[in-house]
C-alpha cells in the first residue's frame, strides 16, 4: 500500500493492535506506531497517544504505557488495579517492568476494510 491511511483507518489499526495485547502484558506507544507506521506513511508515539486519548476507552487501554513503564499520571489510579488483578509485572517504582511484561505487536499488513 502508497499513501497515507485516512484518520479512521489510522485509528483502527491503533485501536486492533491494543486489543491484541494480551492480559498481564503491555506494549508501548512506539511499539504500536512501529506495528502500524509502514501502512499509515508515519506516525509516532504521539499520534498513537491522540488516538488513544480520544477513541481509547473501549479498549485495555492500561496495556499500553510510555517507554519508561509507565502510564501518564491522570491514569495511575485506575490502571493500578487492573495490573494487579491481571499480574502484570511492576516495579518498585509503579511503573511496569517491561523487561518481563512487554508484548511487540505484529506489524500490521494491511488496513482495516471500511463499512
Known amino acids: 500500500m502508497t499513501g497515507r491511511l485516512d484518520h479512521e483507518a489510522y485509528v483502527e489499526l491503533v485501536l486492533s493492535c491494543v486489543e491484541g495485547v494480551p492480559r498481564g502484558r503491555v506494549t508501548t506507544y512506539g511499539a504500536i506506531a512501529e506495528a502500524v507506521g509502514p501502512l499509515a ?20 487501554w492500561w496495556r499500553v504505557v510510555r517507554a519508561d513503564g509507565s502510564l501518564p499520571p491522570s491514569h495511575d489510579v485506575e490502571a493500578r488495579p487492573r495490573y494487579l488483578e ?22 500490521a499488513t494491511r488496513a482495516p476494510r471500511a463499512g
Open 86 to 107: 491481571e499480574g502484570t509485572p511492576l516495579r518498585a517504582s509503579g511503573n511496569v517492568d517491561l523487561s518481563r511484561a512487554m508484548w511487540r505487536p505484529p506489524a
Open 41 to 60: 506513511g508515519g506516525g509516532g508515539p504521539r499520534l498513537v497517544g491522540s488516538v488513544m486519548a480520544s477513541h481509547g476507552g473501549a479498549v485495555p
